[in-house]
Structure formats: structure tokens, C-alpha cells
């Protein structure tokens, strides 16, 4: 089945540091790729989505100038949260899609802020 | 938004018995899909539904997209301990963009 490989699997960092979280499709050429959110016991909510080569498209309530996203190519996508505050720790997940697949996931970045 | 109802919220059964959960919504989908997740881990596809009315299986699980579009089932049958874990509804709106339900936390006693 479609792989989708995110790196890393954890990050702990202090306040005021910029993370960049890689998603990468390692099976299939990803035309879409979408960054999640998931805070404990909680559904997944999704942030952004991304086209290769096109600016991000960010959900409502969600700062583009927090959470960057990059999708140079159409197997990697990348997030940076700017300047992390410990209310930014969360679960974050990745899912790409290809050719109007059914999206698949990785395995997601815990990222913890002291 | 569109947000989809998921029930139950969790199920403690005993290994070998069927389990059904279901999502509901007042929005219709064309797609409507189920994933598996385990703790610290991403979501995993277990079944994709693309035409109203259908059925689809894999292995013990069972899927329906409700012939409205607004609603769809999984079942589980001859549960066993590696069964556990939440499962979650999603539904695909606008731009390929998915709608989580809240999960339905699995327990399965051995």
C-alpha cells in the first residue's frame, strides 16, 4: 500500500524555537498534501491544505505566518512552526494523496514545548 | 462547518464478538472513508467508499455509504485483541479535504 514517511517522530525544543516537520510519499507522486492537528483524546483537525508548486491553502483560525508550508516537489512537503510556544505542542500528521486517491497518513511528529 | 457525528464515543466488548459504529451527518459527502488509528501513530486507511449504497469488505470489516450520502457504518466481525484502537469516520468535502468524525475508542477483553 501507499507509504508516507514524516520525520521526525518527536521533537522537544525550547520556547521561541523553529521546527520544520518533513512528510514525504515514498511510493507515489503526491499532488496534495495536508497537514493535521491532534490535540490528546481529540479528533484529527485539519490546517492546511497543500498543491506541489502553489502556495498552501490554511484553514480558518490557522496563521500562515505561524505554520509554514512547503511543497517543492511531489513527494516532500515541510512544516515550520515559527517560533514555538508551548501551546503549540501537539501531534502534528501529514496525509498525501495522488491523483484523487484516498489520502494516506504518517505516522506523525509529537512536538513538545518547554 | 460540516461536522460529522460519530457513535459510539467507545465500546468494551470480548474478543469474538461483531462491533458496528456509525457516522451521521445533515451534510451529503461523495466519499466517505475509515481509519484505524493506535496511540502515536498516524490514521491507517481501512476502507474507502466512492458510490452511494455501496458495501465493501476487507477481511473482517465491513463498510456501507448510506444510500442519502449523509451517513455511513463499519462493522468488525469476530473481534480479536489486536482490534483495538480508535477508529475514525472521514468524510471528503471541497478541494479533497477531509472531515474527521471523533473517533470511537475500541476495547476488545481477550
Known amino acids: 500500500g501507499a507509504v508516507v514517511s514524516q520525520h521526525p517522530s518527536r521533537v522537544i525544543c525550547k520556547s521561541g524555537t523553529s521546527v520544520k516537520i518533513e512528510c514525504r510519499s515514498l511510493?507515489?507522486?503526491?499532488?496534495?498534501m495536508f497537514w493535521y492537528r491532534q490535540f490528546p483524546k481529540q479528533s484529527l483537525m485539519l490546517m492546511a491544505t497543500?498543491?506541489?508548486?502553489?502556495?498552501?491553502?490554511?484553514e480558518q483560525g490557522v496563521e500562515k505566518d505561524k505554520f509554514l508550508i512547503n511543497h517543492a516537489s511531489l513527494t516532500l512537503s515541510t512544516l515550520t512552526v515559527t517560533s514555538a510556544h508551548p501551546e503549540d505542542s501537539s501531534f502534528y500528521i501529514c496525509?498525501?494523496?495522488?491523483?484523487?486517491?484516498?489520502?494516506?497518513f504518517g505516522d506523525g511528529t509529537r512536538l513538545s514545548i518547554l | 462547518g460540516q461536522q460529522l457525528n460519530q457513535s459510539p464515543q467507545s465500546m468494551f466488548i470480548q474478543e469474538g464478538e461483531d462491533v458496528s459504529m456509525n457516522c451521521t451527518s445533515s451534510?451529503?459527502?461523495?466519499?466517505w472513508l475509515w481509519y484505524k488509528q493506535d496511540p502515536g501513530e498516524g490514521p491507517v486507511l481501512l476502507i474507502a467508499?466512492?458510490?452511494?449504497?455501496e458495501l465493501t469488505s476487507n477481511g473482517r470489516l465491513t463498510a456501507q455509504f448510506g444510500i442519502t450520502r449523509k451517513d455511513s457504518f463499519l462493522n468488525i466481525s469476530a473481534s480479536i485483541p489486536s482490534d483495538v484502537g480508535i477508529y475514525f469516520c472521514?468524510?471528503?468535502?471541497?478541494?479533497?479535504?477531509?472531515?474527521f468524525g471523533e473517533g470511537t475508542q475500541l476495547t476488545v477483553n481477550p
Open positions: 496525509s498525501a494523496s495522488g491523483g484523487g486517491t484516498a489520502q494516506h
Open positions: 511510493d507515489f507522486q503526491a499532488t496534495t
Open positions: 497543500s498543491n506541489e508548486g502553489s502556495k498552501a491553502t490554511y
Open positions: 451534510s451529503i459527502f461523495n466519499t
Open positions: 467508499l466512492y458510490k452511494a449504497g
Open positions: 472521514a468524510a471528503e468535502t471541497s478541494g479533497s479535504r477531509l472531515t
